[in-house]
Each structure stands twice: as structure tokens, then as C-alpha cells.
């Protein structure tokens, strides 16, 4: 099999997963979300053939244009979004999602929370500006406290946190802060690590990684 060859870039990310996993020590396990955005489904279908179940998608137009026939021939896959979330967007995000993975201000709280009341309830991550970056989504970290209060209050089902470490440096300081912060906040979830970054991620407790590229290829 060559790297071209989609059931051996998965197998390599998840023996790549399972080694960080033990490395670290941990008895539970990590899930692999494959980011499929910007890819057709004929670049899904393969991974899904051999046994990927979790896709990462950024932009909901996106993902209502192509999942839905795939789900009808899978209705047991998972789908995060992991993108940020435009208010007016959130009804159609909760209805398709079965994870949120940028949640990052009240209003966006306010519109999930409405939209919840449909009866569907996706598991809810709130996203952390980890770097401090103006170009980059997620709440300060001094804000997480009130926000995380402000969705609990609305009966949000917030199960972690998420963020992505600024380019180019060390990311281990990065996901050590968000774990430490998901700790303090008594939450299990962390969202962290992409195709660079994911097994040092796992080290420090990720229990979901983002991966595209070393699953899809680069993107053109």
C-alpha cells in the first residue's frame, strides 16, 4: 500500500493516535475526526468504506450540499462542526451536527440554545482563543468562566473545550493551558491537535484530534 492509499493514511493516524495514547499512559480512548472539508464524496466514501465514522467539516452550506446522501447510506456516522458558527446559521447547524465544536460567544449561546428546543442536542465545545490571536475565533481565556456559566444557564450540553495553537511554535504549552483550563472547568472534552500537531496533542489529553491533510492529502 502506498500513502496515496486511504485505508493506510488511516491506519498510520491511528496507530500514530494509539502510540501517543500509551505513551501517555491513558486508559481511555481518542476519537479521530477526519476534516473532510472541501472534499467531494468520493473522496469521503473511501475512508468510510473502512471504517471511519467521525468527519470534521468548517462551513454548514458546505456540509448540507453533501452529507445528507451519505448519511442515508450510513446513518451512523458522526458529524463536528468544527468551524466557526454564524448566529443565523446556528438552527440548521443543530439540526445536521452531532458536535459543536466553536462555540465562543453569548449570542452564538443564545441562538444554539434556541434552536436546541427543537429537541436535538449536539454535544457542545467551547472554543478558546489559546493564543491570544485577533485573526482567530474562540473567547478570551479570562472570558471562559462567564461563558461557560452563560451556557450552562441556558441547559447547553457543553461536554469541552477547543483550540487550535498559534502557527508555527511549540503547540504542547498551548494544549497543556486548554487542559489545565478544561480541568479547572470540570470538563472531559478536549478538542486539540490537527495533521501537524495531533500526536503531541494526545500526550496532553486530547479525546478529539482534527485531522485532514494526513488523512486526505493537501487541500489545492
Known amino acids: ?7 493506510a493514511r488511516l491506519a498510520g493516524v491511528l496507530a500514530e493516535i494509539e502510540r501517543a495514547r500509551k505513551l501517555a499512559g491513558r486508559p481511555d480512548a481518542v476519537q479521530l475526526i477526519a476534516v473532510s472539508k472541501t ?3 468520493d473522496a469521503i466514501e473511501p475512508l468510510i468504506a473502512i471504517g471511519q465514522r467521525a468527519f470534521g467539516e468548517n462551513r454548514v452550506q458546505e456540509a448540507q450540499a453533501k452529507w445528507p446522501a451519505l448519511r442515508e447510506q450510513h446513518p451512523d456516522i458522526r458529524l463536528a462542526l ?9 438552527a440548521d447547524a443543530v439540526a445536521l451536527f452531532d458536535q459543536i465544536h466553536s462555540l465562543d460567544r453569548p449570542s452564538l449561546v443564545a441562538a444554539i440554545a434556541r434552536a436546541m428546543e427543537s429537541g436535538k442536542r449536539p454535544d457542545c465545545f467551547v472554543q478558546v482563543n489559546i493564543g491570544d490571536e485577533t485573526q482567530k475565533g474562540g473567547c478570551a481565556v479570562a472570558d ?11 441547559n447547553l450540553p ?6 487550535i495553537p498559534p502557527a508555527d511554535v511549540e503547540p504542547a504549552p498551548y494544549f497543556a493551558l486548554l487542559a489545565k483550563l478544561a480541568r479547572d472547568h470540570g470538563l472531559a472534552g ?3 491537535g490537527m495533521s501537524s500537531d495531533y500526536p503531541t496533542a ?3 489529553g486530547a479525546t478529539h484530534v482534527r485531522v485532514g491533510s494526513a488523512l486526505f492529502g493537501a487541500r489545492a
Open 1 to 7: 500500500m502506498t500513502t496515496d492509499d486511504p485505508a
Open 39 to 41: 472534499h467531494a464524496a
Open 82 to 90: 468544527i468551524g466557526q458558527l454564524q448566529s443565523n446559521k446556528a
Open 144 to 154: 471562559l468562566p462567564a461563558l461557560l456559566a452563560e451556557a450552562r444557564g441556558a
Open 158 to 163: 457543553v461536554t469541552g473545550l477547543m483550540a
Open 190 to 192: 478536549l478538542s486539540m
Open 202 to 204: 494526545v500526550t496532553l
